[in-house]
């Protein structure tokens, strides 16, 4: 998935496209898709800290628009954006990637 991910990156830059990446954590197992759920209610700062690895990789994949689960706290939530546009937006001053400041 992250591969074809890649591949559809590549084409947007080289189209000048902007990409939306949906990403949230997610598996799937035998009983069906496990959205992490019950690790939200039990553990909200775990889960937070799944969510941003989710769209921490998006960043690094090159996305320039991130879609994600809500982590249910505004203070937790805000938390989970700050590495992902500290170190990819913001330096710049706009809204692009590090490579293209």
Sequence with gaps: ????????????????????????????SSAGDNNYDDLKRDDPKQYSQLVAHAAR????????????????????FAWLSTPV?????HRCGRLSRLSQC
Aim: charged share 30%.
């Design 1 to 28: 998935m992250l591969r074809a991910m890649g591949e559809v990156v590549r084409e947007c830059e080289a189209s000048g496209m902007p990409l939306l990446a949906i990403m949230y954590p997610r598996s799937e």
């Design 57 to 76: 990789v998006a960043a690094d994949l090159g996305a320039d628009i991130i879609k994600t689960k809500y982590t249910g706290d505004p203070k937790r």
């Design 85 to 89: 546009g500290r170190s990819y937006h």
